[in-house]
Nanobody, 115 residues
Framework: QVQLVESGGGLVQAGGSLRLSCVFS????????MGWFRQTLGKEREFVAA????????DYADAVKGRFTIARDNAWNTVYLQMNSLKPEDTAVYYC????????WGQGTQVTVSS
């Protein structure tokens, strides 16, 4: 069974940076496209970024383009989300996902950006 464990969330001031990590286990990592969603209380989960199996293709939500970078290391079964120039509106629980024939989700990590 695929398992995803996120880390790296925390409290940061506006303009600061954080790097989220998501460690994959229980399957063949390179068979999965990976990505991140985020969710704030009372709102639907929204797409943030995605990366294909070899890192050759990435996609970003308009709200984070130019500030966030998604990357993966297939040797370490890990996907990263580098978040720069953070804004208070980036505050959310960030969820990692893995998708192939099915989609799997991590438990989420809280990111709080203070103004």
């Amino acid at each position: 069974q695929v398992q995803l464990v996120e880390s790296g969330g925390g409290l940061v001031q506006a303009g600061g940076s954080l790097r989220l990590s998501c460690v994959f286990s229980g399957g063949i990592f390179s068979s999965y496209s990976m990505g991140w969603f985020r969710q704030t209380l009372g709102k639907e989960r929204e797409f943030v970024a995605a990366i294909n199996w070899d890192g050759g293709r990435t996609d970003y939500a308009d709200a984070v383009k130019g500030r966030f970078t998604i990357a993966r290391d297939n040797a370490w079964n890990t996907v990263y989300l580098q978040m720069n120039s953070l804004k208070p509106e980036d505050t959310a629980v960030y969820y990692c996902y893995a998708v192939s024939r099915a989609i799997y989700w991590g438990q989420g990590t809280q990111v709080t950006v203070s103004s």
